[in-house]
């Protein structure tokens, strides 16, 4: 189990910019896949950003092309760099890491998102 703390979320302007940081209570660098999920009121969690070791990414389309997910090399944190917000974007978000492939997911408490004038 590891346990993880979201942060740097809070309210933006469309167009604006924020970046979330996802700290592991332990090293997180060589787990099968990590990554940030979202979700909206009234919505089911969707998934937002993947990265797994080799670096190889996937994004939602919806996100595509404005968010990019990424890791530090210490391996206790992942980030998720969001520009060109839209209110659409406005959610909770949640932070997502895998250990293995047969592992369950461990999830962060989740980090409110809002994009509004």
């Known amino acids: 189990q590891v346990q993880l703390v979201e942060s740097g979320g809070g309210l933006v302007q469309p167009g604006g910019s924020l970046r979330l940081s996802c700290a592991a209570s332990r090293s997180i660098f060589t787990s099968y896949d990590m990554g940030w999920y979202r979700q909206a009121p009234g919505r089911q969690r969707e998934f937002v950003a993947r990265?797994?070791?080799?670096?190889?990414?996937n994004y939602a389309d919806s996100v595509k092309g404005r968010f990019t997910i990424s890791r530090d090399s210490a391996g206790n944190t992942v980030y998720l760099d969001m520009k060109r917000l839209k209110p659409d974007d406005t959610a909770v978000y949640y932070c997502?890491?895998?250990?293995?492939?047969?592992?369950?997911?461990?999830w962060g408490q989740g980090i409110q998102v809002t994009v509004s004038s």
């Open positions: 990265i797994q070791s080799g670096d190889t990414t």
């Open positions: 997502t890491v895998r250990l293995t492939s047969l592992s369950a997911r461990s």
